[in-house]
């Protein structure tokens, strides 16, 4: 069998970056995408490669609808990507009442059109091959809802609605669409919105989850195995939901 090839849109973040090397220990070639931290991206790309597997490093603005297109119809000329991972998204924090409308649109941007973005014109291709995965990556803010996040939590739970339709699309063609949805993760974000005293308090397992236990989550939905798990928001957040 050909080696399949997977795009980890955020690649270059702690998650993103987990996600892609547990994806190249499977065996996939990597596409690991950044915006604007390529040399991060590179670094995960370089890792992978010293662990033996297969990654390149792939830049685009998810926001921006007609590059990303571009970018990822010159990809296919390349061969198919057989595995999405949308796990792009960023923060920009307000309470509503006092929220930038440009503080809306760009975390809605990246998260949720950044998904039809990435997905649509990989689809078809998948189609064809009767073979495809598909994980967005989500959050506990989307399903509790998060004091400041009114932004990012519509963002994430409109992936929810949106992956769960393209999985009743495209089930027939052995194309499985998911959501993963972590709570508290380690890493950079998590380190600057939370202390240890808080975690304990807000998770009842008493820790934060680390990147590699998403990636490992994210690595079964994209296997073989998982070909039946279907439509699904599966958290990941030590049973805060």
Not at 142 to 154: F, P
Request: glycine letters at 12%.
């Amino acid at each position: 069998m050909d080696t399949r090839r997977a795009l980890v849109t955020g690649g270059s973040g702690d998650i993103g970056g987990a996600i892609a090397q547990a994806l190249a220990a499977q065996g996939c070639h990597v596409l690991v995408h950044a915006n604007t931290n390529v040399s991060r991206a590179q670094a995960v790309v370089d890792a992978i490669k010293a662990a033996g597997g297969q990654a390149e490093a792939i830049v685009f603005d998810l926001a921006d609808g007609a590059a990303t297109r571009a970018l990822l119809e010159a990809e296919l000329e390349h061969g198919p990507i057989d595995m999405l991972v949308h796990n792009a998204g960023i923060h920009d924090d307000a309470p509503l009442a006092g929220m930038r409308a440009e503080q809306w649109t760009r975390v809605i941007d990246v998260s949720l059109h950044g998904f039809f973005h990435a997905a649509q014109p990989l689809l078809l291709a998948m189609a064809r091959r009767r073979w495809g995965r598909i994980v967005a990556v989500s959050s506990v803010a989307a399903v509790l809802g998060n004091r400041g996040q009114a932004n990012y939590a519509a963002a994430k739970a409109g992936l929810h609605g949106a992956v769960r339709s393209l999985a009743r699309e495209m089930a027939s063609r052995s194309i499985t669409a998911n959501v993963v949805a972590p709570g508290v993760i380690d890493g950079a974000m998590s380190a600057a919105a939370f202390d240890a005293e808080q975690i304990r308090t807000l998770v009842p397992a008493a820790r934060a989850g680390t990147p590699g236990e998403v990636a490992a989550l994210v690595a079964f939905l994209c296997s073989d195995a998982a070909g039946y798990i279907n439509g699904q928001v599966i958290g990941i957040n030590g049973g805060m939901a």
